[in-house]
C-alpha cells in the first residue's frame, strides 16, 4: 500500500503537469525523426527497408531511456535538495524499499506513457512490429533506467552534476547504443562494450523480436535491473 502512496504522489504531480510533461515528450523524439528519419533516411533507402523503419524503433528505444531515467532522477534530486519532501517521506511510516520501488515505478509508467505517444505517431509514417515481446523489452529497459535514475537522484547533490552525468552518460547512450545506426559498424573494442549496455540491448530486441538473442538480452536486462534496485535501496536506508 505504501507502494501505492509514492505512485500516487507521482501521479498528482504528473496530472498537475500534464501538457508540459506530454509536450517535452515528444518535441526531442518528433525532432530526431524529422531530421534522421526524413531528412538523412530519404537519401538512404525506400520500402520497409527505409532508414525511417529502423531510427524510429531506436527512438523508441531511446524515449523508454530517456523518460525512465529523467522522470525518477529530476523528481528526486529536487525533492532531496529543494523541496526537503524526501525527507518528510523518510520521517513517515513508509519505508525505503516501498519509497524506492514506488518512485521506480512511477518513473516507469512516465517513460512508458512518452513510448506510447512516440509509438503511436511513429506507427502512421513507419512499420513497427509492437508485440509482447517488443513491450517487454522497452518495460525492461525503463525500469532499468528508472533504477538508475533513483541512485544518480540519491548520490548527486546539485542539478549541475545531473547534467554532467547525462553529458558523460546518457547522451552517449542515446546516439552509440544503435539507435541511429547499428552496433556492429563500431571498432571491435567499443563494439564489445557498447553491446552489452542496456540500451543496445533493448534495440536489439526491439528491432528484431523474434532474434536468437531475445532471451540472453531480457536476462543480461534483469540483472541490471537487480544490481540497480539493490543499491538504490541501500543509498535510501543510509540516507534514512
Not at 517513460?111 to 509482447?132: E, M, P, Q, R
Not at 563500431?186 to 564489445?192: D, W
Amino acid at each position: 500500500m505504501n507502494v501505492l502512496t509514492v505512485v500516487w504522489s507521482e501521479y498528482e504531480i504528473f496530472k498537475n503537469k500534464f501538457w508540459s510533461i506530454t509536450s517535452s515528450a515528444m518535441i526531442s523524439p518528433i525532432l530526431y525523426m524529422i531530421a534522421f528519419g526524413w531528412g538523412l533516411g530519404s537519401e538512404l533507402g525506400e520500402g520497409t527497408n527505409a532508414y525511417i523503419n529502423y531510427i524510429i524503433t531506436g527512438i523508441v528505444g531511446m524515449t523508454s531511456m530517456t523518460a525512465s531515467y529523467s522522470a525518477v532522477a529530476s523528481s528526486l534530486n529536487t525533492s532531496r535538495i529543494f523541496y526537503k519532501t524526501f525527507e518528510e517521506f523518510m520521517m513517515s511510516p513508509i519505508k525505503p524499499w516501498e519509497y524506492t520501488t514506488g518512485k521506480i515505478i512511477a518513473g516507469v509508467l512516465r517513460g512508458l506513457y512518452s513510448c506510447a505517444i512516440i509509438t503511436v505517431i511513429a506507427l502512421i509514417f513507419a512499420k513497427i512490429d509492437v508485440n509482447a515481446r517488443f513491450l517487454l523489452s522497452i518495460a525492461a529497459n525503463a525500469f532499468v533506467f528508472a533504477s538508475l535514475g533513483f541512485i544518480i537522484g540519491m548520490v548527486i547533490d546539485s542539478h549541475t552534476d545531473i547534467n554532467k552525468f547525462n553529458s558523460f552518460i546518457i547522451t552517449p547512450m542515446s546516439f552509440l547504443c544503435g539507435t541511429f545506426f547499428p552496433v556492429d559498424k563500431m571498432p571491435g573494442v567499443l563494439k564489445n562494450i557498447v553491446g552489452i549496455l542496456p540500451l543496445s540491448l533493448t534495440n536489439e530486441n526491439i528491432r528484431n523480436v523474434t532474434g536468437p538473442n531475445f532471451t540472453r538480452n531480457i536476462i543480461i536486462l534483469l540483472v541490471y535491473l537487480v544490481v540497480f534496485y539493490v543499491l538504490g535501496v541501500r543509498l535510501c536506508n543510509k540516507a534514512e
